[in-house]
């Protein structure tokens, strides 16, 4: 009888492993995984958004007043070729016409939803480089604290620091795409897709996987066409390494970028095809390649790993360029080189994902089972004491609020808001500022700037800068009432934004005043306001009365 029972048990476990597992346990990168998330999450909506995130917020007004012909993020033009407008943006503008969110709120909740994005992306990723349990995590606190010593904040780069700003850009979703798109390259040019469903001649999966694949690599192209630099390279890295037998599978491979070129291709907001002539962009990002050594130093931890990982692919029998991380790093290094010799620096902003080989090595190093011989101690211990002078230096500051810090770490940067000034200015009505927290942030409030802050291939780069020459000649304290009028009437000038070193000029009419900037908002034309020809701050009065006005401007004056 005990026989009996003893086989129906152990019939029973065998139709539970044929249903599936049995209780699930989360894993240690489940766990942390989803800590960092929590943490982060709040970490980026404790800070005020800033930098390229009114650009952004921009792109959503505009896709939210009309998502199918969207105006030009920040000028009232049309917006027709603007790389802006991805799938990823028009997801954004109507989500916001659905729930009737404004930009800024839009851009606020895309970073939670980009953050899982990235997440689960390096989990994946991890899993086709080793299967340890560790490994996510030791990869993941390598990629936000193995940066360097000074700060490097950039879209794009992923620090814990930079991640406080970031997480709700194109480009950190465009990054956690790539993640998943090389997990899945790497387990098809190693053949562990896992399971099969379909296998088709030379035992090599169906085409539609491949075709599926080149869709996701065609998708990062259209949501930043910089990001998929580095996804197609690091792509072509696993490919090249991993692939045996080429014969049978140089077609499908062939399929997945025929896919990726008609996906983006076929796109109607814009021609990302016609951005690769496109320099307008390259001045700006030169700062790129200045201080890299104190931006990202600390990141060479992983040389070591890297070398080690060669050094085994050699011991196989094979060339050490064939581990798919050695060959990645390679290949971003190169095409980071080509930006700096040709001056096309836009390849610069590739250089956080350069570091990823490095990174991701180490961690996977690290997560070799224990006992260590006496170099991966020596590996670990520099690498721990690497990622605490990183916490220490640059990060620290990032999770740890100011009320809680007892060393005074280094914050996020606090911009300021201009809420104050957006509830007088209608959506698509021109300004012109001189302040240069004012012309990254107005425009994702809906209205439009006289000139726009960043080159889009929407407007050609010679009229911004005749735009921006209008604007500097209009903001000119020796300019005449007759020269600002032209400027106003041909740009559609409705108000102006001064910072508190501005005279507000004698035709304009100020309705709004910041305490905290001291920035005056005077309109052009008639309408209800305080006198005209005050300094900047004196307009306060516009509510509070004449004595509230008195004071506002005495205190202008003062912080000057």
């Given at each position: ?83 802006y407008y991805s799938p990823y943006a028009v997801a954004q503008g109507a989500f916001a016409r659905l729930t009737g969110l404004g930009g800024w709120a839009v851009v606020r909740l895309s970073g939670p939803v980009n953050l899982l994005v990235l997440l689960t992306g390096i989990g994946r990723f991890t899993r086709v480089l080793t299967p340890r349990r560790p490994a996510p995590v030791l990869c993941l606190f390598a990629m936000v604290l193995l940066w360097g010593t000074e700060r490097a904040w950039w879209s794009g780069y992923l620090g814990l620091m930079s991640m406080t700003g970031n997480l709700g850009y ?391």
């Amino acid at each position: 009888m005990s026989a009996d029972v003893v086989t129906r048990r152990e019939a029973v476990r065998g139709a539970t492993a044929l249903r599936g597992r049995g209780a699930w346990r989360p894993t240690p990168y489940q766990v942390c995984g989803g800590l960092f998330w929590l943490v982060m999450t709040l970490a980026y909506w404790r800070i005020p958004l800033c930098c390229d995130a009114g650009q952004h917020a921009a792109v959503v007004e505009r896709l939210r007043a009309d998502l199918l012909h969207p105006r030009h993020p920040m000028a009232d033009l049309p917006g027709a070729g603007s790389p802006y407008y991805s799938p990823y943006a028009v997801a954004q503008g109507a989500f916001a016409r659905l729930t009737g969110l404004g930009g800024w709120a839009v851009v606020r909740l895309s970073g939670p939803v980009n953050l899982l994005v990235l997440l689960t992306g390096i989990g994946r990723f991890t899993r086709v480089l080793t299967p340890r349990r560790p490994a996510p995590v030791l990869c993941l606190f390598a990629m936000v604290l193995l940066w360097g010593t000074e700060r490097a904040w950039w879209s794009g780069y992923l620090g814990l620091m930079s991640m406080t700003g970031n997480l709700g850009y194109p480009s950190t979703f465009a990054i956690g795409l790539a993640f998943w798109a090389w997990a899945f390259t790497g387990r098809r040019a190693a053949g562990t897709a896992g399971p099969v469903r379909f296998v088709g001649p030379g035992g090599l999966r169906s085409r539609w996987g491949y075709a599926a694949l080149g869709a996701l690599y065609g998708l990062i192209l259209l949501v930043h066409p910089i990001t998929s630099i580095a996804a197609v390279l690091g792509g072509v890295a696993f490919v090249a390494g991993g692939q045996r037998g080429w014969r049978p599978a140089a077609g499908r491979w062939l399929l997945v970028g025929a896919t990726a070129l008609l996906v983006a291709y076929g796109w109607p907001y814009f021609d990302v095809l016609a951005l690769t002539g496109d320099r307008s962009v390259d001045a700006m990002h030169e700062r790129l390649y200045e201080g890299m050594p104190g931006h990202f130093w600390l990141a060479l931890l992983g040389v070591p790993a890297l070398w080690l990982r060669a050094r085994r692919v050699r011991r196989g029998g094979g060339h050490g360029w064939r581990d798919p991380l050695v060959l990645m790093f390679a290949l971003e290094c190169a095409a980071v080189g080509y930006g700096w010799v040709s001056g096309h620096y836009t390849y610069g902003r590739i250089l956080g994902l350069t570091l990823v080989p490095l990174q991701f090595a180490l961690g996977v190093e690290l997560a070799e089972p224990r006992p260590w011989g006496p170099w991966r101690r020596l590996l670990g211990g520099a690498a721990a004491a690497g990622a605490l002078t990183g916490f220490l230096t640059v990060h620290a500051g990032a999770v740890v609020p100011r009320s809680l810090d007892p060393v005074g770490f280094d914050q996020p940067p606090r911009w300021p808001t201009y809420d104050w000034a957006a509830r007088h200015i209608r959506p698509g009505e021109a300004v012109v500022t001189d302040g240069y927290y004012a012309v990254h942030l107005l425009a994702g409030y809906g209205p439009d700037l006289a000139a726009p802050a960043w080159p889009d291939p929407a407007l050609a780069e010679s009229e911004r800068l005749r735009r921006l020459a209008a604007v500097r000649a209009c903001l000119d304290p020796s300019s005449t009432r007759a020269e600002r009028t032209a400027v106003a009437r041909r740009y559609h000038v409705r108000w102006l934004l001064l910072t508190r070193w501005r005279q507000v000029p004698e035709e304009a009419t100020v309705v709004a005043w910041s305490r905290e900037t001291g920035e005056v908002l005077a309109r052009i034309g008639p309408g209800p306001g305080t006198r005209t020809g005050a300094a900047a701050g004196a307009g306060a009065g516009a509510k509070g009365g004449a004595g509230t006005g008195v004071k506002a401007g005495a205190a202008a004056r003062a912080a000057r």
